[in-house]
C-alpha cells in the first residue's frame, strides 16, 4: 500500500477534555475574537470553557442557533453576525451543521465572494480565518473535513463548497 498524507485539519484530538486543549491551545495563539458557533442543548456545557477564555480577555460572540439543516440565507445572516463582530477567529461545537457554518463563515468572513458562487470544488479564492471544530455527534466527520453543505432554496437543492 502506497502512503497516505492527510493534510487537514492540522491537528486533530480525541478523548476526554478536548475542550480544556482546545481552550489552552487557543489561549496560546494570541487571537482575541472568537466566534463560536454552537446549538442550545450544547451551551450550557460549554459554559465554562467560555468563561475561561473570557477570563483571560478574549471576546467571545456566540451563536447557537442553528437548528436544522442550514440554508444559504441562514449561513448569510450568520456571516453578516461574525462580520458585524469584527471576528479573528472560528470556532464550531456541535453536529455536522453546526460545523459545517463554522467552516463557511471562517472561509468567507474577509472575503468578497459569495458562498453561491462557490458551490462545487475548489472556489474558495483564499484561505480564511483560524478555525476550530469540535464535534458532539458521531458519524458526520465535517471536523476533518473541508466540505461544508447548505441548502439552496432557490434551487431546493442540497449543495457543497469545498
Known amino acids: 500500500m ?10 486533530t484530538v480525541f478523548g476526554s477534555g478536548c ?7 487557543y489561549l496560546s ?3 482575541r475574537r472568537l466566534f463560536i458557533l454552537t446549538a442550545p442543548p450544547i451551551l450550557p456545557l460549554i ?15 456566540v451563536f ?7 440554508t444559504l440565507n441562514d449561513f448569510n445572516t450568520i456571516l453578516g453576525i461574525a462580520r458585524e463582530f469584527r471576528a479573528d477567529s472560528v470556532a464550531g461545537i456541535g453536529g455536522g451543521s453546526v460545523l459545517d457554518i463554522a467552516k463557511l463563515v471562517a472561509a468567507f ?13 475548489g472556489f ?6 483560524w478555525l476550530a471544530c469540535l464535534p458532539t455527534t ?22 457543497g463548497i469545498v
Open 19 to 25: 475542550i480544556q486543549t482546545f481552550v489552552d491551545d
Open 47 to 61: 459554559e465554562p470553557a467560555i468563561k475561561q477564555l473570557k477570563d483571560n480577555g478574549v471576546n467571545v460572540e
Open 64 to 70: 447557537q442557533n442553528i437548528l436544522a439543516e442550514p
Open 29 to 31: 495563539l494570541g487571537h
Open 138 to 159: 458521531a458519524g458526520t466527520g465535517s471536523e476533518v473535513s473541508p466540505n461544508a453543505i447548505l441548502l439552496d432554496e432557490r434551487d431546493k437543492l442540497k449543495k
Open 2 to 11: 502506497k502512503p497516505i498524507t492527510i493534510l487537514q485539519p492540522q491537528k
Open 124 to 129: 474558495i479564492k483564499k484561505k480564511g480565518l
Open 109 to 121: 468572513i474577509k472575503s468578497d465572494q459569495k458562498a453561491e458562487d462557490c458551490f462545487g470544488t
